[in-house]
Every structure is written in C-alpha cells, then in structure tokens.
T-cell receptor
Framework: AQSVAQPEDQVNVAEGNPLTVKCTYSVSGNPYLFWYVQYPNRGLQFLLKYITGDNLVKGSYGFEAEFNKSQTSFHLKKPSALVSDSALYFCAKDNQGGKLIFGQGTELSVKP | EAEVAQSPRYKITEKSQAVAFWCDPISGHATLYWYRQILGQGPELLVQFQDESVVDDSQLPKDRFSAERLKGVDSTLKIQPAELGDSAMYLC??????????????FGPGTRLTVL
C-alpha cells in the first residue's frame, strides 16, 4: 500500500535558524509529492509540489523542498525560520488519479 | 483570490442525528474531494467527484454517509445517523483538471464536527 511517513511528530527551532521537516514515501512509479501547512482550526494551504524536473522545488513563504529519489525523501526546508511559521505541516503523495495520501503531520514550533 | 467555501464551520450534534456539510469549489474546478481528518492525523479521502460523477468512494462508509454533486458544481456530504466516532474535521478540496491529473488540490477551511 502507498504510504507517506513523517518521522518527527514535532520539530522545534529558534527564530532565524534553518528548519527541516522530514518526509519519506513508498516507491511506486513516478511520485508526485506535495507539502501543505495547516493553522489551528483551518484548512490546508498549499506550499509546493514536485512533479518532475529540478530536484529542488521552491514554494510559498520562502519554503523549498528537496526531492531525493535514492532516499525516497522529500524534506521541507527554510533557510531562516519565523515565529509565524509555527503550524502543522503535512507531506502528501498523489496515489493515483488525484487521490492524496497524507503523512501524519509534523508540528513545527518556532521560538523567538 | 478564489477560495473553496465550506459551511458550517462548526457543527455540534447528538449521536443518531443527521448532519450535512456544504462545499462550493473554486469556480471552474472540475474535480471535488471530501476528506476526513481525525485529530492528530492526516486527512483521508472519503469521496472524489469528476464533475457530477463519483470517481472514487471506496473509503466512504456508505451505510451512513452519502455525497452528491448534482450539477457538477457545489457538493453536499451527509451523515445519517451520526456516531461518536464521526467527530472530526471534514475538508473539501477542488482541483482544476480531470481525475488522473496532477493538478494542485486547494482546500476549504473545513467543518469541525463534534458528536455528543
């Protein structure tokens, strides 16, 4: 079965430091991968996606993600974290036909 | 900027009652999705529509859940009767292309359901 894993339930970083939120996925064909962010009691906001091409994908709010086929990973990164980045982050994989399989989510906490 | 609309934002009901959620996708989006998100977990797909047709409802508990998109635009998700385990966030999303495309899904704000 298709799966997406986010190995860290929570990530804590200091404001201004770089952040990484990890994601790995099960292999099947060409993976289509997404990152979404969710603020409390809100829906998911799209950050970025990888379909094909350059392994480094740039997205909204200064976020980027690196696709690594050999490690089946798609880690989310940002060079300098902001307190306002604190939220719940979800990695997702397009299973087939548009059905997204989501990871469990990672709570990012950025402290001033 | 166009957004997916959902109502109500919050719903509290007693078990065995009927509830209904409404979703209006971004204009022109052919594909509409309903997801359920249990607290502390990622969303899980319940049903996917392509225009007015159901593409995938394999995870929809059909004994109590129903969904429709009669004119291929807005959609309603119904639960009857509601059970305690149905307490969750119900998210609607839409995407521009047809099923099988890799178009981005855009999510609405969700309906938080609490069953007492």
């Amino acid at each position: 079965a298709q799966s997406v894993a986010q190995p860290e339930d929570q990530v804590n970083v200091a404001e201004g430091n770089p952040l990484t939120v990890k994601c790995t996925y099960s292999v099947s064909g060409n993976p289509y991968l997404f990152w979404y962010v969710q603020y409390p009691n809100r829906g998911l906001q799209f950050l970025l996606k990888y379909i094909t091409g350059d392994n480094l994908v740039k997205g909204s709010y200064g976020f980027e993600a690196e696709f690594n086929k050999s490690q089946t990973s798609f880690h989310l990164k940002k060079p300098s974290a902001l307190v306002s980045d604190s939220a719940l982050y979800f990695c997702a994989k397009d299973n087939q036909g548009g059905k997204l399989i989501f990871g469990q989510g990672t709570e990012l906490s950025v402290k001033p | 900027e166009a957004e997916v609309a959902q109502s109500p934002r919050y719903k509290i009901t007693e078990k065995s009652q009927a509830v209904a959620f409404w979703c209006d996708p971004i204009s022109g989006h052919a594909t509409l999705y309903w997801y359920r998100q249990i607290l502390g977990q990622g969303p899980e797909l319940l049903v996917q529509f392509q225009d007015e047709s159901v593409v995938d409802d394999s995870q929809l508990p059909k004994d109590r859940f129903s969904a429709e998109r009669l004119k291929g635009v807005d959609s309603t998700l119904k639960i009857q009767p509601a059970e305690l385990g149905d307490s969750a966030m119900y998210l609607c999303a839409s995407s521009l292309g047809t099923s099988g495309s890799t178009d981005t899904q855009y999510f609405g704000p969700g309906t938080r359901l609490t069953v007492l």
